[in-house]
């Protein structure tokens, strides 16, 4: 099996967390599926082998397109690998994607949206040289002057949802709203008609997002914290709060979540 986990060129480290890249025959007995919890930000994938099958938390499934976006704004999803997979996929910061395409970043919702819907021509023409590549060298370069361009074409300058975003990721998603507006100068409605169209949900959505995300990873370093210590220190009201809102995002409890072996999520830090 091969993964990798790369960084980003350094014009595009602002904007992109990291790319990464698996290939490996699953033709034998599928592996079980593995969940992806709720994270807030834009995935791009390109996939040079078999699509994965995906699951959705409405009970729906589908074969993932060749090439796409998803974004996972308020559900988590389960996804399989079938056959002879060779994906290599782009993993951007929550104020990263936007600055790579002219629409509103709500407009992905919590499903697949194929990139050619959103790039045209070009899409099918970058889609078909990955697929051509000999080897992944020559992927990740493709893929990096592909998003130099687009970057150069849709860049937001000084635009107010990147700051607030780190802001947020800073204080871990527990800082209430009323003292992030007090803190940044401008009013609820401006902020949330920013975030719609830059993140696709609102400033609350992203910090209860961005809190349960911390949470996540709070639970793998402290297995031995007990679910209230958890409650408190990640800045839930109390265990029901804590619990009822670990299930939204997860679609498992937090005691199942302790159990579950094949989980994943987006790493704040």
């Known amino acids: 099996m091969i993964y990798q ?6 014009i595009l480290a602002d904007f992109v967390k990291l790319i990464w890249i698996m290939e490996y025959d ?20 390109f996939h040079f082998g078999e699509s994965f099958n995906i699951y959705y938390s409405d009970n729906t499934k589908e074969k993932q397109p060749k090439s796409f976006f998803i974004a996972q704004l308020n559900k988590h999803i389960l996804i399989q690998p079938e056959g002879k997979v ?9 104020w990263g994607a936007y600055h790579f395409f002219d629409i509103p970043v709500k407009a992905f919702g919590d499903k697949t949206t194929i990139i050619e819907h959103i790039w045209g021509k070009e899409a099918f023409e970058i889609e ?14 493709l893929v990096e002057n592909f998003l130099l361009k687009k970057l150069i074409k849709n860049h937001k300058s000084n635009f107010l949802p990147d700051k607030v975003l780190r802001y947020i990721q800073k204080t871990k998603g527990q800082l209430p709203l009323k003292t992030l507006l007090s803190d940044t100068g401008i009013t609820a409605r401006t902020l949330e008609r920013k975030f719609l169209s830059s993140v696709g949900v609102t400033p609350k959505q992203f910090s209860r997002i961005t809190r349960f995300l911390n949470t996540c ?27 009822r809102e670990f299930k939204e995002f997860a679609g498992i409890t937090p005691k199942q979540y ?3 072996a094949n989980v994943a999520f987006y790493d704040l830090d």
Do not use: W
């Open 5 to 10: 986990e790369l960084k980003p060129s350094p």
């Open 258 to 260: 302790f159990k579950e």
């Open 217 to 243: 990873s709070f639970i793998e370093k402290h297995k031995a914290k007990s679910l209230t210590q958890v409650t408190y220190e990640c800045g839930y009201y109390d265990q029901a709060h804590f619990i």
């Open 26 to 45: 699953f033709s034998g007995e599928l592996p079980p599926p593995e969940r992806i919890m709720t994270d807030g930000i834009v995935e791009l994938v």
């Open 86 to 94: 060779g994906i290599i996929s782009v993993r951007f910061f929550p």
């Open 128 to 141: 078909e040289k990955i697929c051509l590549s000999k080897n992944n060298e020559e992927r990740i370069k």
